[in-house]
């Protein structure tokens, strides 16, 4: 009698103990599973630059532009029905002197002027002047700015980037273009699309390049 119930009570421990072992487990198992998973390091994407809107390939638009083109200024002529004398209500706006980049110290203005697809919505673009030093660095601030409001469904507009003072500071210059909603901050950097360069030189422009970028547009 004594020795069955001895078995008994060895058969109840070992039960006892096998159950707290598995409850044991569990309990790790448990823990281990509600541990706060080890951050990842922090990555960061490679900055990018904006295409350069400098060198266009024919044909094929540059963000929403159809055309961009640096300018001394503009005229305004008329589109038609292919009928000489029928005119539409919408001006064409026409680069004077497109393409140039390099420009005089008392240059009034540096132009863009542009053709869009025509906008289902309101847009604004815009534009900053920042000089870069003899690196290539851009500065911090711009010196000039401006912004256009293009109603819907127009396809051009221009720019006008007004001389900081007297004149224009010899030396070349970084230009970047934006484009947003109406309402929106204009100069913020997820709105830039594309940048353009010029030179000023109390020189003659021959030999003088606004140090355009190696890259070509894509």
Known sequence: M??????????????LLVTADL???????EGRDLM??????????EPTESPSLD??????????????????GYDVEWDTFGRKGWYTQDPRLKPIDPDTTVF???????YI??????????AQFA??????????KAAETAIVHDSLEVPGH???????????SDQWPSGKYLVKIYITSLGQQPFHAVNQVGTMHFAVTDRSPSGVTPSLPNSSIR
């Open 104 to 110: 005089a110290p008392d240059t009034s203005a540096v």
């Open 154 to 164: 127009e396809r051009y507009g221009f720019l006008e980037l007004k001389k900081p």
């Open 23 to 29: 409850g044991f487990s569990y309990i790790m198992v």
């Open 113 to 122: 002027v542009f053709e869009v697809a025509p906008l289902e919505d309101p």
């Open 127 to 136: 534009a900053q002047v920042f000089p870069l030093s003899a690196e290539g």
């Open 55 to 72: 060198v266009q390939r024919k044909g094929i638009p540059q963000s929403l532009f159809t055309w961009i083109k640096m300018a001394r």
């Open 2 to 15: 004594g020795g069955g119930c001895s078995r008994a009570a060895f058969r109840l421990i070992t039960a």
């Open 36 to 45: 706060v998973p080890k951050e990842q390091a922090t990555t960061e994407y």
